[in-house]
């Protein structure tokens, strides 16, 4: 055969590559991204230094310098792509108040695995996400969260009796985590069996530490037994949530008992309506379940794990805790002999405990479990005078307005008070320890009255001091105390 054909097609290929190369180059080079370093290595870029930084608690620093460096601004490339760090509240407000179809919560690879293609996070900017979102919040509402004040306040009184029991010393973190997972479990999810409770709670730790793991699936490795635990899961509760099905079509189950029943009833009723909505699909449950389940209880029990060590660090913000929640309960005595409610917490003792909430939000402020979170350019878009291609990463970042003079006065200081709303308003977009914007926490409200109900039950029962009174903080995405936190109980009956 001639090679001319041949030569004709290689040369003409050659030239449609370099046309191409050198239309990209110009449009690119019309282009002005901002200032930062993508790292030396492809696909890798910064991301082993930053997450480093993270671990050590160092990711404030390692921002700090290349804001130093590069302005608020900065580019660098993160897990796998090319990402943009924008700082400062008007920035924050410009990446948490962007609409989906432009800035989309997307997770890295190893956590979109675990939770499902089809939870919340994933399908933020298709028409998934606002009747997923809906199902979830009809249950999430204070108006019905109230209704399960007295069942979590029984049940967090009797899982802290049972667990202290006989103990002088617990492991705040372990002991927090099984906690919220076992309110979770049973208010979230409708879950009152305890050994399907204990078989969850042990395939959940194989995929919390699948999320953070290196992304290899292959026999024996970390992400390998996450996938493996999560379709345990699967088997584990797709039958419960048939038989719940059942139960909400034969009338025999309210819908409203939790956010499984609220997610599985809007299934059944657009199935049995033909609304034009796509009904919620099983798939959609599951994986919004497995995601629910892993936002929900880790966090609370991070922010449980880091109240308690405040408490135990400052005597005064204690005292001053226990005298609110002392007080709560001689409220309840008075009501009890005028012949009101029952013992038990009721949503009002909740909402009387205005300074445990301000602590609360205060130790968030200086630790934010979050440090920030990823969004993904779906189109091109700008900020600041840059451009941010399609595709790029966008990252936020907490402690830049939590940490922000102008916003926070003296920052350092930790002072509840600067949550009073009638002596200090604090502008949107600033603090961001449950988010802003479009995406901001749903369960908000849950791990409100989760966190007052579970203190009210540690201060009123016990004093602690810390095991070791300079334990540090690390991060893998939440904070966590490096040896988890142990303390030395005293049972307030012997004090
Ligand atoms: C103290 C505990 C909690 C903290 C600190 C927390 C923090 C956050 C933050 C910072 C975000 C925004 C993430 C972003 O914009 O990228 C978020 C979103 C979310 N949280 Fe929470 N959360 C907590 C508890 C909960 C609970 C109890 C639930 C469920 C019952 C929950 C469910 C969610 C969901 C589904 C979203 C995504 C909302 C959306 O994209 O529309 N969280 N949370």
Redo the contacts with the bound molecule.
């Keep these: 055969m001639s090679t001319f054909p041949v030569l004709m097609i290689v040369s003409a290929v050659t030239l449609l590559f370099l046309f191409r190369l050198v239309r990209k180059h110009k449009r690119d080079s019309s282009k002005s991204y901002p200032k930062g370093s993508m790292g030396f290595l492809p696909v890798i870029g910064e991301s082993l230094s930053f997450v480093n930084a993270h671990k050590a608690n160092r990711g404030q620093e390692w921002v700090e310098e290349r804001v130093a460096k590069y302005g608020p601004i900065f580019k660098t490339s993160l897990m796998g792509g090319p990402t943009v760090f924008i700082t400062g509240r008007a920035g924050t407000k410009f990446v948490?108040g962007a609409e989906t179809e432009v800035l989309a919560?997307r997770q890295p690879f190893t956590i979109a695995a675990i939770m499902g293609k089809h939870n919340?996070?994933e399908v933020?900017g298709t028409k998934r996400y606002k009747p997923l979102?809906r199902a979830?919040m009809s249950f999430?509402k204070p108006d019905i969260l109230q209704g399960h004040t007295k069942l979590m306040d029984n049940m967090v009184k009797a899982r802290i009796d049972n667990e202290t029991k006989g103990k002088d010393t617990i492991t705040t973190i372990s002991f927090m985590k099984k906690l919220t997972f076992h309110v979770a479990s049973q208010i979230?999810f409708g879950i009152a069996d305890d050994s399907t409770e204990e078989a969850l709670y042990k395939e959940f730790g194989y995929c919390f530490e699948a999320m953070w793991s290196a992304p290899f699936n292959f026999p024996g490795t970390t992400f390998r037994k996450g996938i493996q635990a999560r379709k345990r899961i699967v088997n584990t509760m797709l039958p419960i949530m048939e038989k719940r099905k059942e139960q909400i079509k034969k009338g025999t189950l309210n819908p409203m008992n939790d956010v499984l029943s609220c997610m599985l009833s809007l299934e059944t009723e657009a199935a049995e309506n033909g609304d034009h909505e796509e009904p919620i699909t099983m798939n959609e449950v599951i994986d919004n379940f497995v995601?629910?389940m892993i936002?929900?209880h880790d966090?609370?029990a991070a922010?449980l794990t880091w109240v308690i060590w405040k408490l135990a660090k400052d005597r005064e913000i204690y005292d001053n805790v226990v005298r609110e929640q002392m007080s709560i309960i001689e409220e309840r005595k008075q009501r009890q002999e005028g012949g009101g409610e029952a013992d038990g917490l009721i949503w009002g003792d909740v909402s009387k405990m205005k300074y445990t909430w301000r602590v609360v939000q205060e130790v968030?402020r200086v630790i934010p479990?979050?440090f920030g979170?990823f969004r993904t350019a779906i189109k091109d878009t700008s900020y600041g005078g840059y451009d941010i291609p399609k595709g790029w990463q966008v990252f936020w970042v907490a402690f830049s307005t939590h940490m922000n003079n102008d916003i926070f006065n003296d920052p350092a200081k930790f002072d509840p008070s600067r949550f009073d709303s009638k002596s200090n308003i604090i502008p949107p977009y600033s603090y961001?320890?449950?988010?802003a914007g479009?995406?901001?926490?749903?369960?908000?409200e849950?791990?409100r009255v989760e966190?007052l109900v579970v203190l009210h039950h540690m201060v009123t029962k016990f004093e602690w001091s810390l095991v070791n009174s300079d334990e540090k903080l690390t991060r893998l995405a939440l904070p966590y105390p490096e040896m988890g936190l142990p303390i030395n109980l005293i049972s307030r009956s012997s004090c």
């Design positions: 948490l919560p919340l996070f933020s979102r979830m999430l979230l995601a629910l936002a929900s966090s609370s922010v968030v479990p979050f979170s961001l320890a449950f988010g479009h995406h901001i926490c749903i369960g908000l849950f791990a966190a």
